[in-house]
């Protein structure tokens, strides 16, 4: 019995840190155009946006799950398409 509450201590101790790697770091308001996912959980669909900081996500969902985990500021907008240096694509271009 002596040798059961460390085990379950030491096993206590490693899985929280499971249960932790998909919980966003606080309490973060997702723009209204993120509604509609739920993140962490993306489609593999290739539509790519391009967020105001000049990075290309692979969809909409994406950008999102960034935000979401606190990568990406919440008051980041996009255009679809890639980010591009080409004036005549969409996207903001380069940084």
Do not use: Q
């Amino acid at each position: 019995m002596r040798h059961f509450i460390p085990i379950v201590c030491i096993t206590a101790l490693l899985l929280s840190g499971v249960c932790d790697a998909e919980s966003p770091p606080g309490p973060i308001t997702l723009p209204p155009f993120c509604s509609k996912f739920t993140p962490p959980t993306c489609s593999r669909l290739f539509a790519p946006v391009c967020a105001t900081t000049g990075d290309t996500y692979s969809n909409l969902c994406v950008m999102c799950t960034a935000m979401w985990r606190g990568d990406l500021s919440p008051l980041t907008s996009y255009v679809e398409g890639r980010c591009s240096d080409d004036p005549n694509l969409p996207g903001p271009g380069p940084r």
